[in-house]
């Protein structure tokens, strides 16, 4: 999955596959329920590959670890506030009109 620059696990990129094929209407609920519970009851073992990469770069990730916690921190804080900022201002903006 290198075509976005980067690699990308292939069951996560199925999953987003399946979700837009869903909400489009494409593939029916119906037709995927039978299937899902195996599925689902399996699904820890698509993402190995993904462990694997993890532990083959434990080594960049030990080196870069501060970097790396600041961002799992910061990422969905500054998010958070993006987001109730938006919604406040709409939120405003409704009230007044």
Do not use: D
Request: net charge positive; glycine share 8%.
């Amino acid at each position: 999955m290198h075509f976005i620059g980067g690699s990308f696990p292939a069951p996560l990129l199925a999953m987003v596959i399946l979700l837009v094929l869903l909400l489009s209407g494409i593939v029916k609920e119906q037709h995927v329920k039978p299937c899902a519970p195996p599925i689902l009851n399996i699904m820890p073992i698509f993402f190995i590959p993904a462990g694997v990469g993890f532990i083959e770069h434990l080594g960049l990730i030990k080196s870069h670890w501060a970097f790396l916690a600041s961002v799992v921190v910061l990422v969905p804080i500054t998010t958070l506030l993006l987001v109730s900022s938006v919604i406040a201002y709409f939120k405003g903006k409704e009230n007044n009109e």
